[in-house]
């Protein structure tokens, strides 16, 4: 009689509850700071970048250090255990599949290069700068809260995590579009530049799964695996799972009729060298030319969209560009291939395009539109940004011009606010201005200046600037106002209090204007024209010997008002 198979744990049970608990962590972090106003930085592994290119010492980086560790040893337990971003994506796959959508798996070898060159481009390449371009390497050191970012523990719990919507609409799209489009786990293969570190340390890791028993070859375990690994071949070829896509989550154990599989530490793949009698890879769903497209246009659809509107955070700007270069197949199949399938929906049969066909071109048309105007509105916003770049230097008017152009293209065209364009803008219009009251062109310079204003309301040299103008041109009430506003924004800049004195003692307001130049000589005390005014101020009041003194005041300080002091000398003998 044979004996019973051997009871096998549930891992999945077990790999749930894990990734449940991480998403309890991350609430009662929330809660925490909440309640006590100060807790532990959020751990975000791309604060690696920071210690490497600025030598901070941050929790996300000790965090990121940690996982690595257990990676080198035990291989890629974290992706599958601990990551909320695969925690999504298996919720998405299950949801689908209980509505009866199983996404089709893509296979690319061109798309598995996105991963290595976004570690490469972020973590690598600033070491190379540092190498070839002769920078000095910062000194690992541990900064406090006041760096805004950089702290161990800090009040701003959100400091480098973006907004609730952008967040949201980066689970939405690495999650359940991705997933949809791509195939179980896709995110982790075509986009996840930390997945291309892990595949990496794992070919060195000793912890394998590992064949432990005989095996009768049923496919099981491949056809468990949502990795898309050929668990069964890489086991009877090498005794051990090879392939770096293995993200430990044990399914291929629990799927075993047999109990021959096993985690185990054993000679790491890196050791064993290729054999040639291993498994083939499995092969690519496109051409090389497809392949050789995607590749192509990936990376300008990464310098299109990151960062765009504020909304495209880095790995968000990843996952669409390795959808749409998959879409933008798609189409180019539709217009071609005489069939052509996109997960559960024919397209197009027998050279006959269908309903769904003719929706999938429509959204990639308007993907395609929506991305054309995307890269004009960067274009500009890079065109006014290298403007922007050159200052405080001066610029030549044309060149500012030019700038101030492309910066309005951006507010005009942009679906969205773009960040940092309104206030990017108003130092080109106040530039413009500083020039254009250089070369006597006052008027000019007025509207340049109102143009700034808007853009720059906590500017208090621009107020000044405004409050000066206006007053020359008759505006008193406007200058008052400009005046006023600079003053509250800089409540001791002397000239803004004596350029405001003389516009109060034009409206009669004496008190006022007394006040203010009293006010001025206090906080520069080395300032000649506040002496004066308060020195003519006293005079008219009869107060002929203060006058005299506060004149003589002034021209201590500025010679040009020793001419002044003798005609007033004159008058009150």
Request: hydrophobic share 50%; glycine share 10%.
């Amino acid at each position: 009689m044979d004996s019973a198979a051997p009871a096998r744990p549930r891992y999945a049970r077990w790999r749930a509850l894990s990734l449940v608990a991480v998403h309890l962590l991350f609430a009662a972090h929330l809660v925490h700071w909440k309640l006590a106003g100060r807790t532990l930085a959020p751990l975000e592994l791309n604060e690696l970048m920071y210690t490497l290119e600025a030598g901070i010492v941050t929790a996300g980086f000790l965090f990121m250090g940690l996982v690595c560790l257990s990676v080198l040893i035990f291989g890629r337990f974290f992706c599958s255990w601990g990551c909320h971003i695969l925690a999504l994506q298996d919720l998405c796959s299950w949801g689908m599949e209980k509505v009866g959508i199983r996404p089709r798996v893509v296979r690319s070898k061109g798309l598995v290069l996105i991963p290595l060159g976004a570690m490469l481009y972020m973590f690598v390449w600033p070491q190379l700068e540092f190498l070839f371009l002769g920078r000095e390497r910062p000194a690992l050191q541990v900064t406090g809260d006041e760096s805004g970012w950089a702290s161990f523990v800090t009040t701003e719990f959100w400091r480098n995590l973006p907004p609730p919507g952008v967040a949201l609409f980066t689970f939405a799209v690495c999650g359940f579009a991705f997933v949809f489009l791509m195939g179980h786990r896709s995110f982790c293969k075509y986009a996840c530049p930390y997945g291309a570190i892990f595949g990496l340390l794992d070919r060195v890791a000793p912890g394998r799964i590992s064949k432990t028993g005989d095996c009768s070859a049923c496919a099981l375990c491949t056809a468990a695996c949502t990795s898309d690994v050929n668990v069964h071949e890489e086991l009877a070829a090498h005794g051990q799972v090879v392939d770096s896509a293995c993200l430990r989550d044990l399914d291929c154990l629990n799927a075993c009729p047999d109990g021959a599989i096993g985690f185990r530490f054993q000679a790491p793949p890196l050791l064993l060298g290729r054999r040639k009698d291993g498994p083939a890879p499995k092969p690519s769903m496109f051409t090389r030319g497809e392949e050789l497209w995607m590749l192509l246009a990936f990376v300008p659809l990464v310098l299109v969209l990151r960062g765009l509107y504020g909304v495209f955070p880095f790995l968000l700007t990843l996952a669409l560009a390795g959808m749409a270069g998959y879409l933008g197949v798609i189409c180019l199949r539709l217009l071609r291939a005489p069939s052509v399938k996109l997960v559960r929906w024919q397209l197009k049969s027998a050279g006959r395009l269908r309903a769904a066909g003719g929706a999938t071109l429509a959204v990639g048309l308007l993907a395609g539109l929506f991305l054309l105007h995307s890269a004009l509105v960067r274009v500009s916003l890079w065109s006014g940004s290298r403007v922007v770049s050159a200052l405080p230097e001066g610029q030549a008017l044309e060149r500012l011009a030019q700038g101030i152009t492309a910066l309005e293209r951006v507010e005009a065209w942009g679906l969205l606010e773009s960040p940092g364009v309104a206030a990017d803008l108003g130092r080109l219009h106040r530039s413009r201005g500083d020039a254009l009251a250089q070369a006597g062109e006052l008027p000019a310079a007025l509207a340049a200046f109102e143009a700034a204003a808007p853009r720059l309301p906590g500017d208090p040299a621009l107020h000044f600037n405004l409050g000066r103008l206006l007053s020359q041109f008759g505006r008193v009430e406007e200058a008052v106002g400009h005046y006023e506003l600079s003053l509250r924004l800089a409540p001791e800049d002397a000239e803004t209090l004596n350029n405001l004195a003389y516009l109060r003692l034009t409206r009669g307001e004496t008190a006022a204007a007394e006040e203010h130049l009293r006010e001025a000589i206090r906080v520069a005390p080395d300032f000649p024209h506040p002496y004066f005014n308060l020195g003519r101020l006293q005079f008219e009041a009869g107060r002929e010997a203060a006058g005299l003194s506060l004149f003589r005041k002034a021209a201590e300080l500025d010679p040009l008002y020793a001419e002044w002091l003798a005609d007033f000398e004159r008058g009150a003998e």
